[in-house]
């Protein structure tokens, strides 16, 4: 497979997100794959946020309140690392989901459940690199608001005494604001990057995480700029699609909601005067349709929204592929077989064409 900058891997991205999803359109299943592949990104990185909230919290209001009490202070503590606890279920989840999304991308696999159990053994090494790359970016991503609680617990009782200008306590909590959005959105970046880069080796060849890692290493030594590049336009990508996935949903829920509102308004109109005569079987009737419409409405919007960002999610995931595919010859190989590449496709024959020429036949 032809070497790919990230810019020519658009084409190839965007003509194979085509034909998964749309060539040919099934109404459940080519929603299924767009939405299976959606919720494979919640897996990108794991955040304890309810723990290190917590944490924050601890530091924060036995200088502004007074002690913690026991009692409290348990029930805080129970009830974050439940929430984390769960949180990580989900998040074991969603990594398997990657696996598959990768299946769904690469392989064009249709079905999910045979992936599901195609990478059952695989999903912990997966989960547990994730683990060990993101979850400490995301405590140093938190640790400038440490530090911002001890400055400003620090700079209370000045501030209570008027002896100090409250614009640099509000710089300096923006400057907090910013920096733990950088710091999570590294987090998310190098998850996308063991996505991208590390996964293919551990689905593909079955590697171990150290050496998918060592591979990624020497490929950024080789391209640096090329995958800085790749990673920067992957970000215009994903916020141009975001951006067509809201366009495109608001639109067809526009037409929806004429659908629901005037029904919603003959409802309206003919109940007052259904109650007057005093048929409860003509309100229990209204009732019962606009509970069917409105049900019916909330699950055209889930079906949309979830198919739209569906397809924007599975053509980031292609568009990671084939810049890749063209440096891992195993992936390019299933990307495009040998004589089938995306960049050398042959012209259709003609609809008509001309019949061949006839030869003269010889004279004796």
């Given amino acids: 497979m032809k070497r790919l900058t990230p810019s020519e891997a658009i084409g190839p991205a965007f003509n194979r997100t085509r034909e998964i999803l749309f060539q040919p359109f099934h109404f459940g299943r080519s929603w299924k794959l767009a939405a299976s592949t959606y919720v494979a990104v919640i897996g990108t990185a794991y955040i304890p946020f309810c723990t290190l909230g917590l944490i924050c919290f601890i530091f924060w209001r036995p200088n502004v309140y007074g002690p913690i009490r026991p009692g409290h202070a348990f029930l805080g503590i129970l009830g974050a690392l439940a929430f984390d606890a ?8 969603t990594s398997r989901m990657q696996l598959i999304s990768f299946d769904i991308a690469v392989e064009r696999a249709q079905f999910v459940a045979p992936a599901w159990r195609k990478y059952h053994p695989l999903r912990w090494r997966w989960a547990k690199l994730k683990l ?16 911002f609680l001890f400055w400003i617990l620090r700079s209370a009782p000045a501030l209570q005494a008027g002896q100090q200008n409250p614009l640099p306590v ?14 999570v959105s590294l987090v998310i970046v190098a998850g996308g ?39 920067a336009l992957k970000i215009v990508l994903a916020i141009v699609g975001f951006i067509a996935h809201y366009t495109v949903s608001s639109i067809v829920m526009l037409f929806f909601y004429f659908l629901v509102i005037i029904p919603a308004i ?21 009732g019962i349709g606009v509970a069917i419409f409105v049900l019916c ?20 995931r292609c ?8 440096r891992y010859p195993r992936l390019g190989d299933l990307l495009e077989p040998p004589g089938q590449s995306w960049w050398n496709l042959q012209p259709a024959p003609p609809l008509d064409p001309e019949p061949p020429a006839i030869a003269d036949e010889p004279t004796s």
């Fill in 86 to 93: 769960f949180s990580f279920w989900i998040f074991t989840l």
């Fill in 132 to 147: 060990a790359i993101t979850t400490p970016l995301a405590v140093l991503a938190c640790l400038p608001f440490l530090f």
């Fill in 170 to 183: 509000v710089a300096s909590f923006l400057l907090v604001y910013v920096c733990f959005f950088a710091g």
């Fill in 193 to 231: 990057l063991l996505t991208d880069f590390v996964l293919p080796s551990l689905v593909l060849e079955e590697v171990t995480p150290g050496n998918a890692l060592r591979r990624f290493q020497d490929l950024f030594r080789q391209e640096p700029g090329s995958i800085c590049g790749y990673a």
């Fill in 266 to 286: 003959i409802g309206g109109l003919a109940l007052p005067h259904i109650t007057a005569t005093g048929h409860s079987l003509g309100t229990a009737g209204v």
């Fill in 297 to 316: 409405f909330f699950t055209i919007a889930l079906y949309v929204q979830l198919f739209t960002i569906g397809t924007v999610t599975l053509f980031l």
């Fill in 319 to 326: 568009y990671a592929a084939y810049y890749l595919g063209g």
